[in-house]
C-alpha cells in the first residue's frame, strides 16, 4: 500500500490524514497554516514542518500526494509538486475537477494525476472540524478521463475506498455540470435568501423557522471558500443559474397573472420524489473489469446511472447500481 | 378559563388540541376529515362527529374557536361559523392573515376575530403528524389590526403562550411581507433547486449531499399545502420574489462578466450573521400596559423590534427584545 503525502489539513485534508492513518497507512501532512500544523500535531499525527519537506520525503517514498487546499491556492503547490515531487502519483479533493485538470497538465506534467472529490462538508472548516468519519458512505468522484491510467485510478479509488467512501467513477466534466446543480446552485440560493430574509429588518427574522434556517444554513460557510468553488466552476454553473432563473422567473410570471404556483411547486415535488426513489430503490451488482479495453466506458456508464463502487480487488472494481425505470431520476 | 373549539385537526390544529388539553383547557375539535378524527378519537381526544357539532357547543359554551384548516377550506368554514356560532371569540392559525381578516370580516362580521399564526411546521402533515410540544419556544404571530380588540387580542395571545409559544405582535399586513420572505420564498427555492439538480438524470442526485438535502427539503411537503399558502399571499410574494429574481440576475451577470460572485456571497454571509446576532443578543425586558391609549402602537413597536411577549396578566403584556446596534438585522 502506498504511503501518503497530504498538503492542507483542512476539514478535507485534516479528515482524509484522521481516517487514512486510522486504516494503518503510512501518512503524513503539511499546511501553510501553522495553527493547523500545531493542532494536528499535537493530535499526534505525523506533521511535517513545511509543504517543501513533505513532498521531498513524498518523491524519495514514492507515495501518493493529494492536493487538499483550496482551488486558489492550488496553483502555487502544484509548482512545488513539479519541483520536488514530479513524479509521484497525484490527486486532489477540490470542488471542481476540471479547472485543477488543466492546472495539473500544465505545472505538474510529470506527475501521474487523477482528480478526486469527495461529496463531503460542513460549514466549519479548519483543522478542528475534521473528524476520521467524515467519510463514512460519502460518495467520492474519482474522475475518469481520457488520459486517466487505470491503474493510478484504481488506487486512488482504493484510499477513498479505505475512509469509508463510495467511489463514484465520472469525467471531470460531468461531475463539474453536476456539482453545479447539487452544490454550488443550492449555495447560491441559500445566499440569496439569507439576504432577502434580513433586508427588511427585525420582524421577518424573528418569524424565521425551518425552512428558512434550512434553506440558508450554507450561506454561513466562509465566503471566500464558497467563492473558491463557484467562480472556479463558472462554465459549468452558468447554464444552471440559468435554468434557475428561468423557472424561478416563470414562477413569478404564472403568479402575477393566473395566481398558481402549480407548475413550480409540483415540479419540485415530483423531483424530491425521484431522488427518494433513486436513493431507496433496489440495488442491482455491478463488476467492472479493469484491465478490458473498454473499462473507462463501463466505469463512466456506471457513475452516469448513480452507481457506486464499494470494492475493488484484483483489477475489478465491485459495486451497485440504483434499479430505476425510465422516468426515475430524470424528471 | 375560555373553553376552546378546535376546526381542523391537522399537524396545527391536532397539536393545538393535545397541547391545551394538556393544560386543563376543556378542549374539543372536528374535522372533515374522518380519518384524523378517528385517530384523534382512538388517542383519547374529545371530538365531536361534525364541524356543526363542535359550533353549536362552542355558540352553547361562548368558546374561542379556532379555524385550523387550509387557507381554501376557510371560506366554507366560516359560513358555517356565521351560521351556528356568530357571536364566538375567533382565532385561526392560517399562514396568511389579510385574506383571512377579510374573509372573516365579510363572511362572520358578527364574530370577534383576531388572526393567529404559529411559526411551527414540519414537512409532515395531519393528526399522526401533531406533537403537543409543537410550540414549544415557536414564535406566534397575533395580530394587532386596527379593528383589533385588545381584550379579546389578550385572550388570543395567552391560548398561545399557554401552549408554549411565544407572542409576536404585528399587522397582518406586516405578517404577510414577513411570511413570503422567510416562509414561501424557501419554500419555491427548494422546489427550483429540487426540480434543477434532478433534470439532468441520476449522477448529480447520486453526488447530492448536505448543501443539497437541506435547500430542498421543504420541497417535499404536500404541494397542496405549499400552494395553499403561497398563492393566498401572492401580493406579498410578489415583490419578494422579484427582490430574489434581481439578486440571482446580479449573480449570474457578474459571474458572466468579471467571474465573481463577491457581492451576492458576501450579502448572503452578512446576512446570516446579522439573523445570529439577533437570535443571540441578550434581551432587554418590556412591559405593554394593554389598557394604555397607544397599546397598539407599542405592541407593534416590539414586534416591528424583533421582541416577543412571554407573558400576559393583569392587563400587562411582559416580553423582551434583542438589543440591537443599528446595522443588526438591517443588512
Not at 446552485?185 to 429588518?201: C, I, K, R, T, W
Amino acid at each position: 500500500m502506498r504511503d501518503l503525502c497530504v498538503i492542507g489539513l483542512g476539514l478535507i485534508g485534516g479528515s482524509l490524514l484522521r481516517a487514512a492513518t486510522q486504516t494503518g497507512r503510512t501518512a503524513w501532512g503539511a499546511t501553510e497554516s501553522s495553527a493547523d500544523a500545531d493542532a494536528a500535531r499535537t493530535d499526534g499525527f505525523d506533521i511535517e514542518p513545511a509543504v517543501e519537506a513533505a513532498l521531498r520525503r513524498a518523491a524519495e517514498r514514492d507515495a501518493m500526494v493529494v492536493l487538499a487546499v483550496p482551488l486558489t491556492a492550488a496553483e502555487s503547490v502544484l509548482r512545488t509538486v513539479a519541483e520536488l515531487a514530479p513524479h509521484c502519483l497525484l490527486t486532489d479533493v477540490t470542488s471542481v475537477k476540471q479547472p485543477i485538470a488543466e492546472l495539473a497538465a500544465r505545472i505538474a506534467p510529470q506527475s501521474t494525476f487523477v482528480g478526486g472529490h469527495p461529496m463531503a462538508g460542513t460549514t466549519r472548516s479548519g483543522w478542528q472540524a475534521g473528524d476520521a468519519q467524515l467519510f463514512a458512505k460519502a460518495a467520492w468522484v474519482v474522475c475518469v478521463d481520457e488520459d486517466t491510467d487505470l491503474t493510478s485510478w484504481a488506487e486512488v479509488a482504493t484510499l477513498a475506498i479505505d475512509v469509508g467512501a463510495e467511489v463514484v467513477p465520472t469525467s471531470s466534466e460531468l461531475h463539474d455540470e453536476a456539482v453545479a446543480r447539487i452544490s454550488h446552485l443550492p449555495h447560491l440560493l441559500a445566499a440569496v435568501l439569507a439576504h432577502v430574509g434580513a433586508e427588511d429588518g427585525p420582524l421577518p427574522l424573528s418569524l424565521a423557522a425551518g425552512s428558512f434556517s434550512d434553506g440558508t444554513r450554507v450561506a454561513a460557510t466562509r465566503p471566500e471558500l464558497t467563492r473558491a468553488m463557484a467562480e472556479g466552476n463558472r462554465a459549468a454553473l452558468l447554464p444552471v443559474l440559468d435554468s434557475a432563473l428561468g423557472m424561478l422567473g416563470a414562477a413569478r410570471g404564472a403568479l402575477a397573472s393566473t395566481g398558481s404556483l402549480g407548475a413550480t411547486i409540483n415540479a419540485g415535488y415530483e423531483a424530491t420524489r425521484a431522488r427518494a426513489t433513486q436513493a431507496g430503490s433496489p440495488r442491482s451488482p455491478v463488476r467492472v473489469d479493469l484491465t478490458a479495453a473498454d473499462a473507462p466506458e463501463a466505469l463512466l456508464a456506471l457513475g452516469a446511472q448513480g452507481g457506486r463502487i464499494t470494492e475493488l480487488s484484483d483489477d475489478v472494481a465491485v459495486g451497485a447500481l440504483p434499479m430505476l425505470d425510465d422516468d426515475h431520476g430524470q424528471q
